[in-house]
């Protein structure tokens, strides 16, 4: 059914020049997967209702965004006029004509390193994902190599990956890097060493707009807090510290870049951490009414949020999505995505070093 939508939502009709509209290209996880594990044999997968169930473009149906609406760069590229959403890569015939405006590459369960989520048999590593655009480069040639370039300069380069490496790291049934063996301060090192990798791969290409996402608060998300037992208002705080010194280091490794590839280059660090912490906080001020809760599937594992063929095989959804955080027990809702895309495009240095995304996108 998913296969009648058409997977490149055009806001606008199509005489705007490419080039001269907001361009972006998109690798992550599922906080920005916006379809490719639709394409993968995998455990990891939002095709289901009510996954979409506030995505206007789709009529409310799954787009294999693991929300109920609109993820962060969606919501980004809207507010600096895109003419649509990059299409997900693994999308049929997605390359040739999308490679214009921008192509997503976020793959659910994925991490930096290539060994996370293999639990969830499919998906597309970070290492992977940035293969898959020096493929995608090759359409670019068709324009010429100086325009291509020209394009690539101008075009905003997103990672949001890590969370997973994260939840792997603290679930010792998976064997991975020696389980736990590893200590919190090498993984952390492991993980920004492969990261710059990729993001340096990406420059030598042509990239030179990044916006490089640290890692939220996962301490605080349902998963974790119903794993740990942890009571309403708590967060753990062993995963919060790994995560803290991880984008600590992320921070650091991305001003030396910018040190060494600026001011043609800008590498800007999305400080997630402190602005999803301040709304899980203070969530009552952001107008939510529960920051505890997923919106659909339950605080019980197996977590899942999904529309069975009656009601005692269908998870149970909130009344009103627009006050939750949460949308399902890992994921934010589109409320929430809202709020974090708000401050990323014109909050200050303390949320977006050493620019916000705003200032990013009209640089020269
Ligand atoms: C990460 O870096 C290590 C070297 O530190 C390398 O052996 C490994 O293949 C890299 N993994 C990925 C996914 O890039
Ligand atoms: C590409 O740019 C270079 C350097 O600016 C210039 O010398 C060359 O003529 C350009 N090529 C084309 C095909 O425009
Ligand atoms: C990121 O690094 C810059 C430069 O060292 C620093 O000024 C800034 O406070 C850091 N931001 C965070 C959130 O740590
Ligand atoms: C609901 O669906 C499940 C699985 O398809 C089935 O086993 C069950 O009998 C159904 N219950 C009702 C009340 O129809």
Same mark, same amino acid.
């Given at each position: 059914m998913r296969r009648l939508i058409s997977i490149i939502f055009v806001f606008? #009709?199509?005489?705007?020049?490419p080039a001269l509209s907001f361009t972006s290209f998109v690798f992550g996880d599922s906080l920005v997967d916006?379809?490719?594990?639709?394409?993968?044999?995998?455990?990891?997968?939002?095709? #289901?209702?009510?996954? &979409?169930?506030?995505?206007k473009p789709s009529g409310g149906?799954?787009? &294999?965004?693991?929300?109920n609406g609109r993820t962060i760069p969606d919501i980004i590229g809207q507010v600096l006029g895109a003419v649509s959403f990059p299409p997900p890569?693994? =999308?049929? #015939?997605?390359?040739a004509d999308a490679i214009h405006r921008g192509i997503n590459y976020a793959s659910g369960?994925?991490?930096?390193?290539?060994?996370? &989520? =293999?639990?969830?048999?499919g998906r597309v590593p970070l290492r992977e994902q940035v293969n898959y655009f020096e493929q995608s480069r090759h359409y670019l040639n068709v324009m010429g190599e100086n325009r291509s370039k020209e394009f690539l300069k101008k075009a905003i380069f997103s990672l949001t990956s890590g969370s997973n490496d994260i939840l792997n790291y603290f679930q010792p049934s998976i064997p991975f890097l020696g389980g736990g063996k590893v200590s919190p301060s090498t993984f952390q090192d492991y993980m920004v060493f492969n990261l710059t990798v990729q993001l340096k791969r990406l420059h030598e290409m042509g990239a030179r707009k990044f916006v490089v996402v640290g890692i939220g608060p996962?301490?605080?998300?349902p998963f974790v807090r119903a794993l740990n037992l942890l009571? #309403?208002?708590?967060?753990?705080v062993g995963v919060n510290e790994l995560i803290q010194g991880y984008n600590k280091k992320l921070n650091a490794t991305l001003d030396q870049l910018n040190q060494e590839l600026g001011p043609e280059s800008m590498f800007v660090y999305a400080n997630s951490y402190d602005i999803f912490w301040k709304i899980v906080r203070n969530y009552r001020q952001y107008g939510?009414?529960?920051?505890?809760?997923?919106?659909? &599937?339950?605080?019980?594992?197996?977590?899942v949020c999904f529309k069975g063929s009656n009601a005692s095989t269908t998870s149970v959804l909130c009344d009103?999505?627009?006050?939750?955080?949460?949308?399902? =027990?890992?994921h934010p809702t589109e409320a929430a995505n809202i709020i974090i895309s708000k401050m990323l495009l014109d909050g200050d240095e303390s949320v977006?070093?050493?620019?916000n995304v705003r200032e990013l996108y009209n640089k020269n």
């Open positions: 606008t #009709s199509f005489h705007v020049l916006a379809g490719n594990n639709d394409y993968l044999f995998t455990l990891s997968k939002a095709d #289901s209702p009510p996954y &979409g169930i506030d995505f149906q799954p787009t &294999g965004r693991f929300t890569y693994l =999308a049929p #015939s997605s390359q369960a994925s991490g930096i390193l290539d060994e996370t &989520g =293999a639990l969830f048999i996962l301490g605080c998300i009571p #309403s208002g708590k967060c753990s939510f009414e529960n920051a505890n809760d997923p919106c659909c &599937g339950g605080y019980f594992p197996p977590f009103d999505r627009s006050k939750y955080v949460f949308w399902d =027990a890992y977006s070093f050493p620019i």
